[in-house]
């Protein structure tokens, strides 16, 4: 959002009444109720009242601006604050009032929602603050930034989706990972149990730490001749469903020459076969990597 769709969102109020004052300084926008899209041309008013005994001058407006809602959705995000100054300080004799009237065009922004807007008069003699509700209703851009949106948060969602699927189809061979570094600490650890006897070192520590180390080593290669068994079959399941792909892929290809099916037609669905051939082919080539460091090759 540019500065200048902010300012012209700032004149379009639709909830304002009375002002938070400092002093003798009050001012108020009208209409307090109006109800907008893009490309429409509205008329406001803000009425700076003086009710001191000397003469003040407007010197500029700040506005901090907040989502309400966003295309429709409770959102709500503060945007920051906004200066807007006047090119000539603006009078207002004491004792009066001074109403700044526009007719203004609401700019073609992609949002649509509500959005809370602070305005704060600045003066010589002190600020009055007001509160405004700017509503924009749909356009084609927002429908459009809408449709972007949508499609940025479908992606999103989908990587994670991906990302956690991907998580819980690995967690087996994570599973596994984890035991084979089990054994082999297991391993190295009745290794250097061995030296140290060798070296007439813990004699009294060694059958007891053999037994310990052994038992625990004893466990974790049962857990993994079980996976082993299940990695093993699914080893023969992917080469299955892969020879098959393989054989899909070319009687597909052998048909698109013979003219049977269009080149075109046949060509989407061999590169999505082979994309899917393709991670299988990792998937199998990982299980086979476990199943021969279990088999210790």
């Known amino acids: 959002m540019t500065?200048?769709?902010?300012?012209l969102l700032i004149l379009l109020a639709l909830e304002a009444s009375v002002l938070i004052s400092q002093g003798n300084i009050t001012a108020q926008i009208s209409p307090n109720s109006i109800s907008t899209r893009p490309g429409e041309k509205i008329r406001l008013c803000l009425t700076v009242r003086n009710s001191g005994n000397v003469d003040i001058n407007?010197?500029?407006?700040?506005v901090h601006?907040?989502?309400?809602?966003?295309f429709g959705i409770p959102i709500s995000i503060y945007l920051g604050e906004y200066p807007i100054p006047f090119e000539k300080p603006t009078r207002v004799k004491a004792g009066g009032e001074i109403t700044i009237d526009r007719v203004v065009e609401v700019p073609n922004i992609p949002i649509a929602g509500d959005f809370n807007l602070e305005l704060i008069v600045q003066t010589t003699g002190g600020t009055a603050v007001t509160y405004m509700l700017v509503?924009?209703?749909y356009s084609l851009l927002?429908?459009?930034?809408?449709?972007?949106v949508i499609l940025l948060i479908s992606g999103i969602l989908y990587l994670i989706y991906r990302r956690i699927r991907s998580g819980v189809s690995r967690r087996p061979e994570k599973k596994i990972g984890q035991l084979l570094d089990e054994r082999d600490k297991?391993?190295?650890?009745?290794?250097?149990l061995e030296?140290?006897?060798?070296r007439?070192?813990?004699?009294?520590?060694?059958?007891?730490?053999?037994?310990?180390?052994?038992?625990k080593l004893a466990e974790i290669q049962s857990k993994l001749d079980e996976a082993a068994k299940q990695l093993q079959v699914d080893v023969e399941k992917l080469s299955g469903e892969i020879s098959k792909m393989e054989e899909d892929i070319k009687m597909l290809k052998a048909r698109a020459e013979l003219g049977e099916l269009r080149k075109e037609d046949v060509s989407k669905i061999v590169r999505d076969k082979e994309r899917l051939l393709m991670k299988k082919k990792e998937i199998i080539s990982r299980k086979k990597v476990l199943l021969d460091r279990i088999k210790g090759v």
């Open 186 to 192: 297991y391993v190295n650890l009745l290794r250097k």
């Open 3 to 7: 500065k200048i769709t902010l300012l």
């Open 58 to 62: 407007i010197t500029s407006i700040r």
């Open 195 to 198: 030296e140290k006897r060798a």
């Open 65 to 70: 601006v907040s989502s309400k809602t966003l």
């Open 135 to 137: 509503s924009l209703s």
């Open 200 to 215: 007439g070192e813990a004699e009294k520590e060694h059958e007891k730490l053999k037994d310990e180390y052994s038992s």
């Open 142 to 148: 927002s429908l459009l930034a809408l449709f972007v």
